[in-house]
């Protein structure tokens, strides 16, 4: 059973924008550093962005750096990834995930709770 639950994705036009939320109903988000990542048919899940429990510092890997922005709600306990200017080759699966503690990284292997992922497709 996932415990954060994802939403937001859906079919986009290139250029185009999306928000996904990262919900955890069972815990509080502020106390985990939260990732997120994709996962295209065919390829290995790779890490997009993700945020810090502590200073709120963040990181985006190369391809999407300067169009999408992560970030915290806590009062929503709820996390966002702010998609810009979308290119057909961000379309994939988008997870995220939480580990507890403040170091945030984008490594799979790193996190212990995921969710359900949310279909992200650009395409016109």
């Known amino acids: 059973q996932s415990q954060l639950v994802e939403s937001g994705g859906g079919l986009v036009q290139p250029g185009g924008s999306l928000r996904l939320s990262c919900a955890a109903p069972g815990f509080t988000l502020g106390y985990y550093a939260i990732g997120w990542f994709r996962q295209a048919p065919g390829k290995e899940r790779e890490g997009v962005s993700c945020?810090?429990?502590?200073?709120?510092?963040?990181y985006y890997t190369d391809s999407v750096k300067g169009r999408f922005t992560i970030s915290r709600d806590s009062a929503k306990n709820t996390v966002y990834l702010q998609m810009n200017s979308l290119k057909p080759e961000d379309t994939a699966v988008y997870y995220c995930?939480?580990?507890?503690?403040?170091?945030?990284?984008?490594?799979?292997?790193?996190?212990?709770?995921w969710g359900q992922g949310t279909q992200v497709t650009v395409s016109s």
């Open positions: 945020i810090s429990s502590s200073d709120g510092s963040t």
């Open positions: 995930a939480a580990r507890p503690g403040s170091i945030a990284t984008v490594r799979p292997r790193d996190y212990d709770y």
